[in-house]
């Protein structure tokens, strides 16, 4: 849960006073998340919150997500989702490199 204040007006910018994270600050939470479902069920994973380029969505998929979405980066970078499609693409072609099915959910916990 979060919040925004105008301090000047002294009322909450969010008409329900609080509101959730997004962006960057709930990508830790989310990572989290989502290794937590992958080691609980065997079933495709979407993974979302605070991606906001290749290597983030390398993370998610590592973790155990088989697919990424990206939503606030959207806002800034409207030309984001093309960029990770395309960046996960070329990674995944390069010679030596496991396929996508084979990285995801390839966390190394020791």
């Known amino acids: 849960v979060g919040m925004a204040v105008n301090w000047k007006t002294r009322r909450?910018?969010?008409k329900n006073v609080t509101?959730?994270?997004s962006g960057p600050a709930i990508k830790p939470i989310a990572l989290a998340k989502v290794w937590e479902v992958y080691n609980s069920v065997k079933i495709?994973?979407?993974g979302m919150g605070?991606?906001?380029g290749f290597e983030d969505a390398m993370e998610f998929l590592l973790v155990g997500a088989s697919a990424v979405q990206i939503g606030t980066m959207n806002f800034?970078?409207?030309e984001i989702g093309e960029k990770v499609a395309i960046a996960l693409e070329e990674h995944f072609s390069l010679p030596g490199t496991p396929t996508m099915a084979e990285y995801c959910g390839s966390?190394?916990?020791v």
């Open 12 to 14: 909450p910018l969010l």
């Open 19 to 21: 509101g959730g994270l």
């Open 44 to 46: 495709p994973i979407v």
């Open 50 to 52: 605070g991606i906001a």
């Open 76 to 78: 800034v970078y409207p």
């Open 107 to 109: 966390l190394a916990v």
